[in-house]
Structure formats: structure tokens, C-alpha cells
């Protein structure tokens, strides 16, 4: 078993900076990759960012390269993301997950992904 467990969320201005975490324990601990997804009100849940365990390789969505930053401890076990220059369109739930089992799903879709933790909210006003 695993567990993901977020944490960092907030309410913040549009410009401020935010940086969420998540921690992996059990079989999450050890897996190959992990991602951030979020979902706002009313809309589908959508890729935000991942990473490789071997190799750190990145991957963003279009809508926060630039501007996120997404990196992983793995001594700690522990995912993060930066994330600047908050934005309102930013306001959502952020979802962490992780792949621990074998996929041919892509990185960037839910589906990859085999653990999910409860998710953090993050509120950008205006």
C-alpha cells in the first residue's frame, strides 16, 4: 500500500508565490514518477506538471511553464512545486500522484498514475 499526503495550499494574491508538497510513503515512496493535477470548479481535472525518479526528467502543462517549478526529494520521499507569479485561472484543487505499477498510459494523462493523494486547495485573488 501507499499514501500520498499534500499540503502547502493557501489563499494568495495574484502574484504571490505558493509551493506545495507531497509525501510518499509505502509502495508511493519508491515509485517511478509522480505528477500535480488540478481541478477548479466545475471543470476536468487537468496535467500540471510531472517528474521522472531516474533521471529528473520534467514535464509541464503550457499554461504553468515558466512560471512552476516541479522537483523531488528522494531521500525525503517528498514531491514539491513552486509555484510563481500566481495567477487567478490558477484557483483549484491540486491533486498529487504517483505511478508505482507498469502503464503505457502517457505522463501527462490521470490515467498513468496509480495513487492519488486527497488534494490542496490554492485560492488566487485578484
Known amino acids: 500500500q501507499g499514501q500520498l499526503v499534500e499540503s502547502g495550499g493557501g489563499l494568495v494574491q495574484a502574484g504571490d508565490s505558493l509551493r506545495l508538497s507531497c509525501a510518499a510513503s509505502?509502495?508511493?515512496?519508491?515509485?517511478?514518477?509522480m505528477g500535480w493535477f488540478r481541478q477548479a470548479p466545475g471543470k476536468e481535472r487537468e496535467f500540471v506538471a510531472a517528474i521522472y525518479r531516474i533521471g529528473g526528467n520534467t514535464y509541464y502543462s503550457d499554461s504553468v511553464k515558466g512560471r512552476f517549478t516541479i522537483s523531488r526529494d528522494n531521500i525525503k520521499n517528498t514531491l514539491y512545486l513552486q509555484m510563481n507569479s500566481l495567477k487567478p485561472e490558477d484557483t483549484a484543487v491540486y491533486y498529487c500522484?504517483?505511478?508505482?505499477?507498469?502503464?503505457?498510459?502517457?505522463?501527462?494523462?490521470?490515467?498513468?498514475?496509480?495513487?492519488w493523494g486527497q488534494g490542496t486547495q490554492v485560492t488566487v485573488s485578484s
Open positions: 500522484a504517483a505511478r508505482v505499477g507498469i502503464t503505457r498510459a502517457t505522463i501527462t494523462s490521470g490515467g498513468y498514475y496509480d495513487y
Open positions: 509505502g509502495r508511493t515512496g519508491s515509485s517511478a514518477a
